[in-house]
């Protein structure tokens, strides 16, 4: 059994203009221990998807579909189990390192906090579990790190604190949402390296969500691609690239320059803007900027079919798929 | 160079901006002076397209922003056809900037939110009285020119999206006619779908529009898909500068080996040579910059800043230890 499963979710917020549809039918599973990445663009419910998880959303947002974490129902915790799942089961780190982190306390009050209120740690022992997990993320001098505060750290360092905070209580499953994408390319790479070894060392399972793919091609297993709300494919890392089917994820493949391709070479941008999501869902997300946009496209929502050729498990919501190279 | 010389000017009468001996500070906390760019040199010729990478702090937008005197810098010349601009009064600094015009990473704050597109636009020619060269007509085409539907033109930014908005600010810069764009991060902000979008305007216009570009963006793949000419730069100095295929496919300096590496799905051997964190501007290493986080530093480095050496017909580097070999002028 999968550690995490999601199933049929559906996020619907109420606004003074209307429902707005931010996430639609959506379902995936994590294995233990395993990697996967959500990946789109703004406003494609990635991040709306594991805020519902981790019950981060307003009380406008209404949720249905299910979430089995280990044989719980977590939209149903009972309150005590609700108490200590957030940040002991699931952990969850953010895109800002400064936003996650208050500003006018030391680093080390932050850390043992969490220990200290799941796992009832006297101070003592807290502060040595600090240094460890500080040690664990590669801190250096992590004794005079837990004195400081945020501040007098720099980006990278502030999101390993995060990070090492996250990793408290061994979390089974970490969410990491644009961990890197506040900082330098050279950081987002130790950051993505450190949390790809952390996950291998302490078996845990990441879901890391992102908006570049490049990101997520060589450090996870399987990854999801999202866009207005809706899963568009869904496939393990490898076959995804070999087999790409979805118009959307071949859009999205060709409109990123690369470091192979020669100067002045002309990008295939996709077309028009982002979906409305105050309009119900009833045909593709996608038909108005697809460029193989069929009738039945923008009649009905495309069901989610199975790519019998490539690796097992490739799944892809559109009625004109697109094999091979586009 | 994160180091210091000239030797990679080229002729005046062959550039349109030359910029020598560059440095901007900044006052600092406790009497301290951060030191943003230090004795940087370089050139842009009319047409061309100058791509400045480095890490967030290494001074990029700190040069381009000294290039129009915003803020002015501390020393050093800045040429742009025949006259310094450091050296201008207040008018003529203001005429002159309507040349050198430039778009911005966030570009919905880039904008007044109480200002219709149509107003934002048609600001610049109603200052400088070219409004009978920028007729109703023209200004129609040239927000149509950028992909917004001139239908809208009474609406105000936050009623586009951050990709609009982008178009729009680039508009208002070339209601102004200008010779130089500078565009620093202008596609950070955006969507990677949207980005390629932007991208590919810019390339349109600048050929439309005779622009010659600084192309500010800590993403290579980006700089490098835009750029004739590249600027490495690290801690307010330069590192590598020259012609971009030289510098992306035979980078000299350990930085821009480090920096390329990082870029995910380069293959560009990491040879982790970028290891520790950037320090900081307040208190710069002695010698070559880099030197604390280079794997190939010796002690040369930490005392004497190295100085332009020539690595190909227009590749220029400063390192102690480089990973090539410099040629003389007999080898070319």
Request: net charge negative; hydrophobic share 40%.
């Amino acid at each position: 059994m999968a550690l995490l499963e999601v199933r049929d979710l559906a996020v619907t917020f109420s606004t003074a203009n209307g429902p707005v549809y931010a996430v639609s039918d959506v379902s995936f599973s994590v294995e233990r221990g395993a990697a996967i990445g959500i990946v789109g663009e703004s406003g494609s419910g990635k991040s709306v998807t594991v805020k519902s998880l981790m019950n981060l959303l307003p009380s406008s947002a209404k949720i249905d579909g299910t979430a089995t974490y280990d044989g719980l129902d977590v939209f149903n915790l009972e309150p005590s189990r609700r108490k200590h799942f957030y940040g002991v089961d699931v952990a969850m780190v953010f895109q800002n390192p400064m936003t996650s982190l208050n500003p006018v306390k030391r680093i080390g009050e932050q850390l043992t906090e969490g220990m200290r209120f799941h796992r009832k740690l006297s101070r003592g022992d807290a502060t040595a579990r600090a240094v460890e997990l500080l040690d664990l993320v590669r801190i250096p001098d992590p004794a005079k790190r837990l004195r400081q505060y945020p501040h007098e750290l720099s980006g990278g360092m502030r999101q390993r604190v995060v990070i090492a905070m996250a990793l408290a209580n061994d979390p089974a499953l970490l969410i990491a949402d644009e961990p890197t994408t506040a900082l330098d390319v050279t950081v987002q790479r130790d950051i993505l390296d450190l949390l790809d070894g952390l996950r291998r060392d302490l078996d845990m399972a990441l879901v890391l969500i992102t908006h570049d793919l490049g990101v997520v091609r060589d450090r996870t297993d399987d990854i999801v691609v999202m866009y207005g709300g809706r899963v568009m494919e869904g496939a393990p890392t490898e076959d995804l690239f070999a087999n790409t089917v979805h118009p959307y994820t071949h859009a999205l493949r060709s409109s990123i320059p690369n470091m192979s391709m020669p100067r002045g070479t002309r990008l295939s941008p996709i077309p028009g803007s982002p979906p409305d999501l105050a309009i119900a869902p009833t045909s593709c997300p996608f038909a108005p900027r697809c460029t193989h946009v069929t009738d039945a496209c923008r009649t009905a929502l495309p069901a989610t079919k199975t790519l019998d050729s490539g690796a097992s498990g490739h799944t892809y919501a559109c009625v004109n798929p697109q094999l091979g190279e586009v | 160079m994160v180091g210091i010389g000239a030797s990679n000017l080229r002729e005046r009468s062959e550039t349109l901006i030359t910029v020598e001996n560059l440095t901007v500070e900044f006052p600092g906390p406790r009497g301290a002076t951060v030191q943003a760019v230090s004795d940087v040199s370089f050139d842009v010729q009319a047409g061309e397209t100058l791509g400045i990478v480095g890490e967030s702090g290494c001074g990029k937008s700190t040069t381009a922003k000294a290039i129009i005197q915003m803020p002015e810098p501390t020393s050093g010349v800045v040429t742009y056809r025949d006259s310094d601009l450091t050296t201008l009064d207040k008018a003529e600094l203001r005429r002159m900037r309507t040349d050198l015009q430039m778009i911005f990473q966030d570009p919905i704050s880039a904008l007044n939110p109480r200002r219709s597109v149509w107003d934002i636009i048609r600001e610049g020619p109603e200052i400088w009285g070219t409004e009978d060269v920028w007729t109703e007509q023209r200004l129609v085409q040239l927000i149509e020119s950028v992909g917004i539907d001139p239908q809208y033109r009474d609406r105000k930014p936050f009623q586009f999206s951050g990709g609009q908005c982008q178009r729009i600010g680039i508009a208002r810069a070339l209601a102004l006619d200008p010779e130089v764009l500078i565009c620093d991060e202008p596609v950070s902000a955006l969507d990677v779908s949207v980005q390629a979008q932007i991208l590919n305007l810019l390339d349109d216009l600048q050929t439309e529009h005779d622009l010659t570009m600084l192309f500010i963006s800590h993403d290579l793949a980006v700089v490098r898909n835009v750029s004739d000419r590249v600027m490495v730069m690290y801690l307010g100095r330069i590192a590598e500068i020259g012609d971009a295929d030289s510098i992306f496919d035979n980078p000299v300096h350990p930085y821009t080996t480090a920096l390329l590496s990082a870029v995910p799905g380069s293959g560009v051997r990491d040879d982790g040579s970028l290891s520790g964190e950037l320090p900081s501007p307040l208190d710069p290493p002695s010698g070559c910059r880099f030197h604390t986080r280079c794997s190939d530093a010796t002690e040369v480095c930490a005392t004497t800043v190295p100085e332009f050496t020539k690595f190909g017909a227009d590749h220029w580097a400063a390192c102690h230890h480089p990973q090539g070999t410099p040629v003389t002028l007999r080898d070319l």
